[in-house]
């Protein structure tokens, strides 16, 4: 990618990426996380639509409006559904406070550009110099899944650590192919799709799903 505007573009995806992964640590709120994921969903369908035009890729651009159905549209909106029927949508008593989690993805950040130095110094490139913001996105999506306890926030988690693996494979591949992409757009819709029925069902019994009681339900 020699274009300056087209790398201003993609590191700004990036860039975009990995604060919606913050910002989902910050916000208690989960109804505040659905446009976080909107939002990273439409950033990495730029980066696609940008490499695209860049190297005249008319497949990777199909890519490019799959990722904004799937991770920009549909996804978010299904998890919506999930949020707006649970009256306690909140995060109220996550293992790790706001401030530490805060302080946690400063040092994931920095974990990933130690590690991810070796992997640009092989292939020193203007876009290879932006995996490591792909990697901080996996690693913050890690830390939401073990920190939080809602099911709807570890969905999220989930769903952050996808779209650090997506965003490192259009930085190292200039994309992925078609297929792997329609796969794993249409495994994280049977994921929310099944979160859906199943918080449904839990919450028609317990009024709530909350993990850590349905965790002393059970024992």
């Known amino acids: 990618m020699s274009s300056h505007p087209a790398f201003d573009v993609a590191e700004l995806a990036a860039g975009v990426v990995l604060a919606g992964a913050v910002l989902a640590l910050w916000r208690k709120d989960l109804r505040a996380l659905i446009p976080i994921l909107a939002l990273q969903g439409a950033a990495l369908s730029a980066l696609a639509a940008v490499l695209a035009v860049s190297d005249g890729n008319l497949g990777l651009g199909v ?40 302080v946690a ?44 306890r809602k099911a709807v926030s570890q969905i999220v988690g ?29 495994d994280l819709l049977l994921v929310v799709a099944m979160l859906q029925v199943l918080a449904t069902t839990i919450r028609a019994r317990f009024g709530h799903v909350d993990l850590d009681q349905l965790r002393e339900l059970h024992d």
């Open 63 to 102: 890519v490019a409006g799959v990722v904004l159905l799937a991770k920009g549209g549909v996804v978010p909106g299904l998890l919506a559904r999930v949020v707006r029927a649970d009256p306690g949508s909140r995060e109220t008593a996550p293992l790790v406070n706001v401030p530490a989690s805060l």
């Open 105 to 148: 993805a400063g040092a994931l950040v920095v974990l990933s550009y130690l590690v991810a130095g070796r992997i640009t110094a092989l292939a020193p490139d203007r876009l290879t110099r932006l995996v490591p913001l792909g990697l901080a996105t996996v690693l913050v999506g890690f830390f939401v899944l073990v920190t939080r």
């Open 158 to 186: 989930l769903l952050l650590v996808d779209n650090g693996i997506a965003l490192v494979a259009f930085l190292l591949t200039a994309g992925v192919p078609l297929l792997v992409e329609l796969g794993a757009s249409f």
